[in-house]
């Protein structure tokens, strides 16, 4: 279509479009939908804690205790406050980043150009694109001059391809990449040129969405962890509700009151119930989440902040990950003599490279968008913009496009007094040595040093410059006589915090895969750059789309990096290093990644620049697209880990004494004391509070120079259950000992059940301090800053402080007032039955035994 005839179009009726969205729907793709407030509620509701607290409650207004009552019903409203804020808060995070997909479109309809929401965009709308502007829909190009868009964010290049009209006699099948095709993909950039292109497809019937739809075929699995502690759950769940039922048999039948044999046996379920295991491993990984998040890390499902620390692999798509998705002049050649800018980018630019750089900046637009072009100006800027071959003030009187047949492009400007045209031409090599007219032995030479500056993984572009006196222009080009000036080489830099961040990732034990869809020549280069380790064993496409599963396999264990792979190829790479036992970490962008990336057992997406796609797919999101802050991310992975074993391993210990006071009762006919109030006290509060301790521990000395835990190393191993079992064994015998010694001693039921609670309380803040770490002896300890230790420390003291003295408290807790005398008792007491611990880390480090 002739540009002429552009005002011709009219574009669908504002009815028709009106149909047309009836029928397809919204132009956007579909998202994975939010769990509503009563969704959440429900789900908390069905925790088994907060049934057999409302059942606990039920049991006290029958009995007429409403105080008690009260108090353990006000429970579930205030665990339920927190879980409904900390769901909102991660979605409303998320919903945040959803705007790249969904851009605002320039439309004709009825004859006349509006600008509409892109979602509202159908198909056979006429839209109009220019510089700048994000398509929003799939369409082909029915009309345009110097079209090129970057399609990065589908092929992973961050070269711009052009685009040319569609012909008639057009059969090329619609597909990303590749130059002078006349398609245009929903989420591209147009970064030149103007034109106008018809909507093909929309919604999830675009590329985007496509590709989006093989999400849907991939499930989901638990992490090995959350496995673990559901097993340990059902198990120990089975066992408490057998002794549940003992208990309200035992006490029924021995003591004639089966109502409070039914609260009795309730009391030992909620002391034997691990709903600790998941209820603190939500709020360690939580918080774990937002830790991460200081480092511009934000947490899309709470699961990969467990399992980064155990990641082993880690694939990173070159474009925009490793890269900085940016061109910067590398190196320069003006037929003489290279010089590498880069090297020497604080030195200035000799004379001799003047006019090279002069002649590519003549031949860009003034207010470049196309990335080449602007690294030209900044070149130019930074080089020579104080001398006089910056020309700000020479008018443009013809630009001549790139086209298919001439892959150069070249502008004519009007000279210093009018009196001559200079021409600056800039393109392809190939096509500049073509419009220069070079002889066989000048190509050649040229083409020696075009296939150096390619070997280094740079772009290279050819500059020309003519002039001639002012006349008509030429219909042409070709028809100028053109010098050739020199060549320019341009690079994707590789970002400055890469190759620390590769070298810690070795240190830690942590491979690092890189998986693009670049030339190998380009991916070895970029490979050398940050360090990788064999940097000569590639795997190619090609080669991939015929390797069996096994050689794939065999092969992965030794090749780091995979070039000029398409999208489906990434997913099966990811694939075969999961079959080979990987822990797989899986970074990206780009529609092209998404599969990917939700197959990986950690899918990292790019928050700057990434796709709605690909941040739905992702467990994890860089904020700020910065490769360091994986590395980060690891090591506060494996810290939280590492804490969240000590936290688990607290929780059993300090379960053993609290199920014991409420099963040995019961069974030997002493008096009860334990009573749901208690265990409401040691379960929720002191418990969720002591994980924030461990959470807040600092990392273990030497975190990130050990290789990663081992996959299918359990969480609660023999080793370190046979320890928290001591502990807690140690424990239950101090305060029984403790109750039998104050019923000797002459104290009343009460009394004597307030100095076993207290001295429990304070065998439970001493196992916190112990198991802070379980290298460090307790001095040591104590010598490492922990606010929250202080803040839970204090704060329990002071309540159980207050229980004892208040009446009203003293009351629901069935206490009675204790000397001074009996108090310290219970202190030395709890602070006993940690002693035994703190000899045996000293003895173990002496030997280098492992405790964790």
Known sequence: MAPEKISELTGLTEAEAAARLERDGYNELPSSRRRSMLGIILDVLREPMFLLLVACGTIYMILGDVGEAVMLLGFVFVILG?????????????????????????????????????????????????????????????????????????????????????????????????????????????????????????????????IGKALGSIKKEETSLQKETGSLVKMVFIIASV???????????????????????????????PEEFPVVLTIFLALGAWRISQKNVLTRRIVSVETLGSATVLCVDKTGTLTQNRMTIKKIFNGRNFYDVEEKKNKGLPEQFHELVEYGILASKQDPFDPMEKALKELGQGTIGDTEHIHTDWPLVKEYP???????????????????????????????????????????????????MAGEGMRVLGVAKAVVTRQELPTSQHDFDFRLIGLIGL?????????????????????VVMITGDYPVTAQNIARQIGFRSPDRIITGPELEKMPLDELKKKIRTTDI?????????????????????????????????????????????????????????????????????????RLGRRIFDNLKKAMSYIISVHIPIAGLSLIPVMLGWPLILYPAHIVFLELVIDPACSVVFESEPAEQGVMIRPPRNPRESLFGKRPLIVSFLQGLFALIIVIAVFKFALYKGHSEAGARTLTFITLVVSNLCMILTNRSWTRNLVASLAVPNQALLAVVGGTMVFLYLTVRLPVLERLFHFSTIHVNDLATCLAAGGVSVLWFELVKVICSRLKIKLI
């Open 562 to 634: 995979f070039a000029r792979v398409v999208p489906e190829q990434k997913l099966q790479i990811v694939k075969a290093l999961k079959a080979n036992g990987e822990i797989v970490a899986m970074t990206g962008d780009g529609v092209n990644d998404a599969p990917a990336l939700k197959a990986a057992d950690i899918g990292i997406a790019m928050g700057e620049r990434g796709t709605d796609v690909a941040r739905e797919s992702s467990g994890l999101v860089l904020l700020n697209d910065d490769f360091s802050s994986i590395v980060e991310a690891v």
């Open 82 to 210: 927190i879980t409904v804020y900390q769901e909102g808060k991660t979605e409303k995070a998320i919903e945040a980043l959803r705007d790249l997909s969904s851009p605002r479109a320039l439309v004709i309809r009825d004859g006349v150009q509006k600008r509409i929401a892109g979602r509202m965009v159908v198909t056979g709308d006429n839209i109009v694109l220019r510089e700048g502007d994000r398509v929003p829909a799939d369409a082909v190009l029915i009309w345009g001059i110097n079209v090129t868009v970057d399609e990065s964010l589908l092929t992973g290049e961050s070269v711009p391809v052009r685009k040319i009209s569609r012909s008639q006699d057009d059969t090329a099948k619609p597909r990303p990449g590749g130059d002078d095709l006349p398609y245009l993909y929903s989420g591209s950039l147009i970064v030149q040129g103007q034109g106008v292109a018809a909507v093909m497809a929309t919604g999830a019937a675009t590329e985007m969405g496509k």
């Open 402 to 452: 790139l086209s298919k047949e001439m892959m150069a492009l070249s502008h004519v400007w009007e000279g210093p007094g009018g009196k001559k045209y200079v021409i600056a031409a800039k393109g392809a090599p190939e096509a500049i040595a073509d419009l220069c007219h070079t002889d066989p032995q000048e190509r050649a030479l040229m083409d020696t040093q075009v296939q150096a």
């Open 243 to 273: 002794l549940c039922l003992v208990v309200v048999f035992v006490y029924g039948v021995t003591r004639g009151n089966w109502l409070q044999g039914i609260l009795s046996g309730i009391t030992l379920a909620m002391a034997m119930l």
């Open 491 to 511: 690079a994707d830099p590789v970002r400055d915090t890469v190759l620390p961040a590769i070298r810690e990732c070795y240190n830690a034990g942590i491979r």
